[in-house]
T-cell receptor
Framework: SQQGEEDPQALSIQEGENATMNCSYK?????LQWYRQNSGRGLVHLIL?????REKHSGRLRVTLDTSKKSSSLLITASRAADTASYFC????????????FGKGTLLTVNP | NAGVTQTPKFQVLKTGQSMTLQCAQD?????MYWYRQDPGMGLRLIYY???????DKGEVPNGYNVSRLNKREFSLRLESAAPSQTSVYFC???????????????FGPGTRLTVL
């Protein structure tokens, strides 16, 4: 399966700290995306990084991609209680531009 | 813009009953998707529609059928519900071009289905 695997499964930090989540995948990808899901809600797209990019920033988010290790990391700086959510990586791979394959997610809890 | 809407929000069925989950998007996207989310499993693709008039199986299509009614609407039907289909179902849409592999997806709020 191409499914990505996030690590850790759960992460608990204090407000103001940085949170780092990792994602590993198995085969070559076209791009990798990160999504957030608040409890009981749908997923929201955060950031996309293409296979030829190594790092990307969006506000307090920083994503890195290492295609040689088939891994990505999502860093949230200066976390807030409102960042409490599950975070999923998803890959677009192979010949289909239409399908995303999601990992199982990291549950981030930011304590005030 | 409402984005992606799903109905109903909650549903309880008995084993063997049938039902249709409705999804609509107002972003003029060409592609639409149905996922299920189970605890600890992430999201798994059930069916998708790359464009109006086409549908394809995803990772877990057994027990489901879909209809792409028009560009806006994509429905998911359970013909004979089973307890294993208890899950949260999400519809999503995206604008996908064959030459550009972005596929940022926009999700609906989900339908919580329980099959007794």
């Amino acid at each position: 399966s191409q499914q990505g695997e996030e690590d850790p499964q759960a992460l608990s930090i204090q407000e103001g700290e940085n949170a780092t989540m990792n994602c590993s995948y198995k085969t070559s990808i076209n791009n990798l995306q990160w999504y957030r899901q608040n409890s009981g809600r749908g997923l929201v797209h955060l950031i996309l990084i293409r296979s030829n990019e190594r790092e990307k920033h969006s506000g307090r988010l920083r994503v890195t991609l290492d295609t040689s290790k088939k891994s990505s990391s999502l860093l949230i700086t200066a976390s807030r209680a409102a960042d409490t959510a599950s975070y999923f990586c998803a890959t677009v791979w192979g010949g289909s531009n239409y399908k995303l394959t999601f990992g199982k997610g990291t549950l981030l809890t930011v304590n005030p | 813009n409402a984005g992606v809407t799903q109905t109903p929000k909650f549903q309880v069925l008995k084993t063997g009953q049938s039902m249709t989950l409705q999804c609509a998007q107002d972003m003029n996207h060409n592609s639409m998707y149905w996922y299920r989310q189970d605890p600890g499993m992430g999201l798994r693709l059930i069916y998708y529609s790359a464009s109006e008039g086409t549908t394809d199986k995803g990772e877990v299509p057994n027990g489901y059928n879909v209809s792409r009614l028009n560009k806006r609407e994509f429905s998911l039907r359970l013909e004979s519900a089973a307890p294993s289909q208890t899950s949260v179902y999400f519809c999503a849409s995206s604008e996908v071009r064959k030459t550009v592999s972005y596929n940022e997806q926009f999700f609906g709020p989900g339908t919580r289905l329980t099959v007794l």
